[in-house]
């Protein structure tokens, strides 16, 4: 069964960082493109950024709203997927989803891990 | 204020049929794969349609998708009680200004 277990969240200060991972199993992480989706408490779904799949390069893309503070990375390996936060806003305050993406779609969803940017 | 328009509420009885509207542009629904995503209070969102009108292993033909120019219509008949969540539209978008991925606001159904 394909799983994704999201972890990492807190409680953190605006301009902080912070790193969120995401564990797969049951599937080849590398052959799959995956994203960051997140959720603002009460609020609609927001994307957050992608990594594409070994084919293409690993290569990434980013939301307006978090470009150049946000950086994901992957490690096959480990079957894991990460999301670097950093300069954190109080608006990043969400839960964050790690996503795999299938036939312009996204297939399966983590369970979700929350982070609360707040002094 | 998001890319794509939902609206924000629907309702109906159950064992009724409901539809929920998805509006975009050219530059997303109107050049792309739409897909419909159902929230369940608490979980996670889950695919319910892809590629505009298929359904993954496991969705059920009450539920049903649907395309025509710039807008997406999902389709659900007969309404069970546990079928009242928030559902999302969502597509790739190929504007230079915004993310390439783009959600409606949602719709939260109410089944009275």
């Known amino acids: 069964e394909v799983q994704l277990v999201e972890s990492g969240g807190d409680l953190v200060q605006p301009g902080g960082s912070l790193r969120l991972s995401c564990a797969v199993s049951?599937?080849?992480?590398?052959?799959?493109?995956m994203h960051w989706v997140r959720q603002a408490p009460g609020k609609g779904l927001e994307w957050v950024g992608r990594s594409r799949n070994k084919a293409n390069g690993y290569t990434t893309d980013y939301a307006a709203s978090v470009k150049g503070r946000f950086t994901i990375s992957r490690d096959d390996s480990k079957n894991s997927l990460y999301l670097q936060m950093n300069s954190l806003k109080t608006e990043d305050t969400a839960m964050y989803y790690c996503?795999?993406?299938?036939?312009?779609?996204?297939?399966?969803w983590g369970q979700g891990t929350l982070v609360t940017v707040s002094s | 204020q998001s890319v794509l328009t939902q609206p924000p509420s629907v309702s109906a009885a159950p064992g009724q049929k409901v539809t929920i509207s998805c509006s975009g542009s050219?530059?997303?629904?109107?050049?792309?794969?739409v897909s419909w995503y159902q929230q369940l209070p608490g979980t996670a969102p889950k695919l319910l349609i892809y590629e505009n009108d298929k359904r993954p292993s496991g969705i059920p033909d009450r539920f049903s998708g649907s395309k025509s120019g710039t807008s997406a219509t999902l389709g659900i008949t007969g309404l069970q009680t546990g079928d009242e969540a928030d559902y999302y539209c969502?597509?790739?978008?190929?504007?230079?200004?915004?993310?390439?991925?783009?959600f409606g606001g949602g719709t939260k159904l109410t089944v009275l």
């Open positions: 050219s530059s997303n629904i109107g050049n792309n794969y």
């Open positions: 969502g597509t790739w978008d190929s504007s230079l200004s915004g993310s390439p991925w783009v």
């Open positions: 049951a599937f080849t992480l590398s052959d799959h493109y």
């Open positions: 996503v795999r993406g299938y036939n312009y779609a996204y297939d399966y």
